[in-house]
């Protein structure tokens, strides 16, 4: 479900992934045989990620810069969107625990990172995006029993996350797509997405290329 005010509501399957879809092998290591047929099947125009905000969107132009990801590798970076935890979480989780867990996925090299964007914790009063853990059923707008929901004001964007998929990669990549570019879900199946695909990917190499493009016009 997705509405105009920026507001979004996402299921399990968005957050996690969905069975229904065909495993996708790893990034890079998706063979030709693979990679031909579902590139042959992609609508006209190609897999990419669709943004509802024109681009840069709430992302902040910034000097290329070097940073090493969690993972150890030299990544350049020269657009920034700033972000903070909840003071408080559900579960029992601690604002340390969930600053842990969150910054070493978005510091991945496998993150947004990869399309040139550094998320960068700031102190909670400055941060455009807050993260949150919350009990389930999560109430989002109209929908009662989200999973994730994105909301807020541009310059305040308010990431909830049900507490069953802490620790997991892929919701977090999803929402920071509604977060900064109010991007929206994908249902086509040749492309699988972060922003609707199989269970646990990364941003796949269309969803790279596509919020390059994006973060950069
Ligand atoms: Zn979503």
């Not at 790893?26 to 990419?48: F, I, K």
């Not at 707008?141 to 541009?154: I, K, M, Q, Y």
């Not at 977090?172 to 086509?188: K, S």
Request: charged share 20%; aromatic share 6%; glycine share 10%.
């Amino acid at each position: 479900m997705e509405e105009e005010n920026g507001l979004f509501a996402c299921g399990l399957d968005e957050l996690i992934g969905s069975d229904d879809w065909p495993e996708v092998p790893e990034v890079g290591a998706m063979e030709d045989s693979v990679a031909q047929p579902l590139m042959a099947a992609a609508p006209s125009g190609g897999c990419r990620i669709h943004f509802n905000l024109p681009g840069p969107g709430n992302l902040r132009k910034m000097p290329m810069t070097t940073v090493v990801s969690s993972d150890g590798f030299d990544m350049d970076v020269d657009r920034l969107y700033t972000w903070a935890p909840a003071p408080n979480h559900a579960g029992g989780l601690s604002v340390a625990e969930v600053e842990a867990s969150v910054s070493k996925i978005f510091r991945d090299s496998k993150s947004w990172m990869a399309a040139g964007i550094a998320l960068r914790r700031v102190p909670f009063e400055e941060a455009q995006c807050i993260v949150k853990y919350v009990a389930a059923p999560l109430e989002c707008g109209p929908v009662h029993n989200a999973a994730g929901c994105t909301s807020g004001l541009d310059s305040r964007r308010l990431i909830e996350m049900v507490v069953g998929v802490f620790g997991r990669h892929k919701g977090l990549m999803h929402e920071l797509i509604h977060a900064f570019g109010h991007g929206r879900h994908n249902t086509i199946e040749t492309c699988p997405s972060v922003m609707g695909g199989p269970k646990g990917i990364w941003p796949t190499p269309s969803d790279i290329a596509s919020t390059r493009k994006w973060a950069h016009s």
